[in-house]
């Protein structure tokens, strides 16, 4: 969509939650997948291909979502073996295998309920000039955070847990926010009590 650039990552430890929780099985509408596959959804109907940054064994994963889903040619898998160093360095990894597009849209593999019309909102206000974007609902910002080609190098330069936080606090100014109606922004699935939640909220009448 418009040279913009779909990154998710998906590398991270799962350490609050005890296990590889994006292989968790996740409820949604009529049907059961883990939580990757529901993450990857909306992106995978908002763009042609999706940049998915996974940890080196990433294989069992890789393997449960294109059996799921049967998308694997639209799903680029990038196995970042310095994944376990933090966020930051996945998302680097992500935008040097990205390098020539005009921005990037960055999301989380454990936000499973994002709206694909939320991608479309804020890939086409990227791409229509602005520096940085990301949604906000109920006046809380969330994600995913869009950036524009100008922040390249800088991106490229994050490691550790802190991701794009330093970028997003040096250039605030920068920041078009978004209103949205769309709770999914805010919630992602850190422990198992916030897998349950969830669960229970898709089984609630």
Known sequence: MHKISAIVLAAGMSSRFGGPKLMQPLTGEGDSMCLLSHALQPWLASFSR???????EHMALQAQVEDELD???HIDWLACDQSALGMGHSLAFGVAQTQHA???LIGLGD?????ASTLQLLAASLASGNAMVAPAYAGKRGHPVG???????SLMACMGDQGARKILQGHADQLVTLDVDDSGVLFDIDTVADWQRRMLAV???
């Open 50 to 56: 999706v940049h998915v940054v996974v940890p080196t």
């Open 203 to 205: 089984a609630s009448p």
């Open 102 to 104: 005009r921005g990037w």
């Open 111 to 115: 936000m499973p309920d994002i709206q």
């Open 147 to 153: 950036f524009a080609a100008q922040f390249r190098q």
């Open 71 to 73: 998308i694997a040619d």
